[in-house]
Structure formats: structure tokens, C-alpha cells
């Protein structure tokens, strides 16, 4: 694919999520340049070959991605909007309703921003690379009054780095990450949180099914208590309703009739539904596969 | 290992687990005679090479196992004891509390008994394997009356089969059971039961976490709701605290405070710590390696 409104792009946060996305430009012919606040940060992703460090004498890019924490990416984009680095801003952060709100609030031109949310797959840990976003979804959440230049202008970003563009709300999009995310991770850490009390001893008897609960623990990035402040409201609700659903089934155990097996067995066939529904959605495989057995 | 306490077996049930414990035995040198009510599943396990049918005319066995349905087994072991299959027996019951209960009030003779549960690695849907229990964890709960013969039968039983044999309490054993493995299913069911109010268009937005969490659901048999309600205390007792800690992390988010981040890093790193152990705790990833990369 040759780039039509994307030929030069600035990245701000060289950190896996902007030098993979860096490198993913580059990679497409785009002419990239790194800013960081950290100078090696910059110099690393430059020897991966991401780009170059950006300099002051440059003409504004087709496109700025901010890749910085979630917490910073507002005042990050308005700075960058006020500098005029380039003239059309999107971001990476993982909740977007607050995001894309703040950005108004703060008086960012909405004319020239564009809320984005990839969703690579892999771990993190391995660290930044193009193929990262391949096959994945790239959420935008374009405003009404989004012109078609700067929305086609991420959209090319998206499809340079082989990703599945979806534009949704950002009320959408933060409702389905509360659910096939956020929520999922706090589970997670509660369950694995539960097992400090367990003599370590004990732990070998755990199977494959306790791993991979307790592998989401780590799925989040460092940020991960700011990233559910930021979607404080669907992330409650939905930890709300699965704190009933787990006193439920308690109560039946602890009444303990006959009558429990029968009522617990409809509260794991659900849990089998919704099994065969994320199976059905195939995607998350798609991505495991491009993981690779390396990643056992 | 050549076998000493262990020459002839009975295994009752020719499912997974009993085939499987058949296939070891057989590959061990013991004599296995096996016996399932479905006579199909006796001739698939003979057609594996786990043993032969049983018939009325042998001398009692040195060890019978009893691998049949969790709510069978204290009926099964009385009328294994009654016609005098063997001198021994052990069952694979998941929960051993009631069950060693049950044997001691329906009766059983407690001296040729001793409860056991074996912890295989791998996926039960890849079928019989007499190498699932290589290196894993198979609890026996004697009585304290049990005699050392009987004991050291069924210790050979774990020596023959691979896995590493561990002692303790029923209580015990179900304390533990609840914390690293019902629980966690109840949770995974909870948490993939969830995203049936989830449009199906959305949930390929979901990464490699959410797998790994509803991947538990399929990780219990079919009679989960049993094993469940067999072991209804501990899992009760856990659940509730699994509840209360999400309720307390929905009421910081619908609070909206400025403190939440803090608060929620805290139980994010009780998580964290919790993974960690389990990981240190190092078996389950010695298992998870041996399932191979073809189980991706």
C-alpha cells in the first residue's frame, strides 16, 4: 500500500505501543520522527530503525500519534497542536471517552484530532515491533464534526500498519473495553491476589486453567489503575454486577441444597456461552496464532 | 519401577482419567482388568492398550481405582469392597472431604481405602494419555487409621503413574482445591458469562487476556456444578471474599475520587504479587510445557 495522505509522521512516546507504530511507518516508506522527554528512549528506537529524533526546523507532519501514558495525552496533544508539529493529531490511549472530552474541554482543535485506540497483539514485555497491530482492530472515534481529510489521514495509519480500522463512539468503545478488558484484568487480580493466603506449597496443585487467569494480571500495562480511573463508570457497573453474580452462587453454596447443582450448572452453562461466543469471534485466536509457540 | 505392593489393578470407570491411569499401569507391567457400565467405553480403552475386560472369575486385585463420577464413587468403592474386587482400593475424585465422609458412614471398609485424586496436566478433550500425570501433583488423604500396605499400594499406584505424591488432610486438600482451581472456575464462568450482553461485533477487541481467563471455563469437566457443590463451604467462603473485593473496587470507581488510582494500584498489586508466587510456585509451568506447542 503506498501512502497517499501519510508521507511524513511525528510519534511522541517511544515507548513499545509509538516505536511499534513507528516502525510500522517507517516500514511503509513514511518519513517518521521520535519525540520523548526521555533522550533514550528516542536513541533506542532509533537503532531499532523507527525513525529519526525529531528537530525543531521541521515542517509540520501529515501526522502526529501521541503515544504517551493515558494521563498525559491531552496536554501532550494540545502542546503539540500549539507548536504545530503536524496537521492532524490521534492518540493510542485505551479509554477514550474521558480523552476525547478532555480535548474539547481543553480547547485542542478538533478540526485537526482524530481519538484512537490500537489494540496489538503480544505481550508488551517482548517489546516494540511492526507486526504488533497486524490483523488487530484500530478503533477511531471520530468527532461529528471530524473532517474527512483528517479522519481518512489515521485511517491510512491504521491500514499502514496492517490493522482493521472500526469507528465506534467513544461511549462504545470504553463500554466493550470495560467488558473484554478492563474488568477481565480486575478479576483477574483478585483471584490471583486470593492465592497469598494459600500455603505455597499448595500453589503446584493449581492446572493450566489458574495460569490463565493469572496471566491476565500481567496483560496491563504499569498504568493499569489510571487506565480503569478512566473508565471509572462502565468498569463499575460491570464489577458490580459480577461482585452478584459471585455472593449469588456463594449463597446457594452455603444454603447447601439439593437443588444447588442444578442452579450453579445454569450459572457455568452461561459461563460456556459466553466461551463459545469469544471462540466464535475468532479474532483473539487469529491473534494468538500470530503469536507464535515461542510464546507458551 | 518395577512394581512390588502393585501387581493386578481394576480400574472402574473408562474415562479419561481411568483409561488414562489404565494406560500407565498396563505400560508399567501391571495386570489392568477394567470395568466401565458402558461396555463401549470398555472396548475403546482395550482398543487403546489399557487392559483387559474385567470378568468374574479373577482373584481380588491388588488395587482397585475407582475413576468414576464424583457423586458415584462412595457406591461404586461400597459394592467394589462387597464383591471383593480387589484388596485396596483409591478413588480420583476432585473433592475428598465428603467423600472420605461418606465412605466412613455408608460403611466402607476405611482399612482397604484410601482417598486419592490425581492432578493431570493437559487438556481431558485430547483424550486418554498415560503420561498425563508425569510430574504432577496426586494427593492421597489417609485415614488415620489406614494400614501402611494399603497406603504403600496405593503410593506405588502415583510411583507407576509419574506423579509426585502428596499427603494431607481432605480439608486440607479442598481448601486448596478451592482456592487454585474451583474458585478460579467460578470466576472464569462469571466473567465469559458476561459477554453474552456484549454485541458479538465487538468481541474481537478483546486480547489474549480475556482468553486466557474464559479458557478456565472449559477446564472442569461436565459435572463442574457437582464437583462444586461437593466442596460448598471453601468454595463459598472464597467466592464471598472474591465478591466483596469486586463490589469494594466498583464502590472506589463509582466514588470518583482522586485517591481511586492509589487504591486500585494496591489491589492491582496484590494481584501482581499473587501471579508471581504462582509462578515461582513453578509446576504449572513445567505442565503447561509438557502439553507442547500443538496445544496453542
Known amino acids: 500500500m503506498t501512502p497517499a495522505f501519510l508521507r511524513t509522521a511525528v510519534v511522541i512516546g517511544c515507548g513499545v505501543t509509538g516505536t511499534s507504530i513507528a516502525l510500522a511507518l517507517t516500514g511503509a516508506g513514511v518519513e517518521v520522527a521520535l519525540v520523548d522527554q526521555d533522550a533514550d528512549a528516542v536513541a533506542r528506537a532509533r537503532r531499532t530503525g523507527a525513525g529519526t529524533a ?8 501529515d501526522l502526529v500519534v501521541v503515544a504517551t ?3 498525559t495525552v491531552v496536554d501532550v496533544l ?18 477514550k ?4 472530552a478532555e480535548a474539547e474541554l481543553r480547547g485542542c482543535d478538533l478540526k485537526g484530532y482524530v481519538p ?3 489494540l496489538p497483539a503480544g505481550d508488551p514485555a517482548a517489546g516494540p515491533s511492526a507486526s504488533r497491530f497486524a490483523g488487530r482492530p484500530w478503533i477511531l472515534c471520530p468527532y461529528d464534526t471530524t473532517p474527512r481529510w483528517a479522519l481518512a489521514t489515521v485511517a491510512e495509519l491504521a491500514a499502514l500498519c496492517g490493522a482493521v480500522r472500526r469507528d465506534m463512539t467513544p461511549q462504545e468503545h470504553d ?3 470495560a467488558a473484554v478488558s478492563h474488568v477481565p484484568y480486575v478479576v483477574a487480580a483478585v483471584v490471583a491476589g486470593g492465592l497469598l ?12 486453567e489458574l495460569a490463565g487467569v493469572v496471566r491476565a494480571v500481567a496483560a496491563l500495562p504499569g498504568a493499569g489503575s489510571d487506565l480503569l480511573a478512566h473508565n471509572a463508570g462502565p468498569v463499575a457497573d460491570r464489577l458490580d454486577k459480577a461482585a452478584g453474580a459471585l455472593a449469588a452462587a456463594a449463597r446457594m453454596l ?3 441444597e439439593d437443588t444447588v447443582p442444578v442452579e450453579l450448572a445454569l450459572l457455568l452453562e452461561l459461563g460456556e456461552r459466553g466461551r463459545a461466543a469469544l471462540e466464535a469471534a475468532g479474532e483473539h485466536r487469529t491473534a494468538e496464532d500470530a503469536r507464535g509457540p515461542d510464546r507458551m
Open 116 to 118: 484512537g485506540h490500537p
Open 197 to 208: 493466603d494459600v500455603d505455597p506449597a499448595l500453589l503446584p496443585l493449581a492446572g493450566d
Open 254 to 256: 452455603h444454603r447447601g
Open 69 to 71: 501514558p493515558p494521563s
Open 175 to 177: 463500554l466493550a473495553m
Open 97 to 100: 471517552d474521558i480523552v476525547a
Open 54 to 61: 525529531w528537530t525543531p526546523d521541521r515542517p509540520p507532519a
Open 78 to 95: 494540545h502542546d503539540a497542536q500549539a507548536r504545530g508539529l503536524g496537521h492532524v493529531c490521534t492518540d493510542t490511549a485505551g479509554t
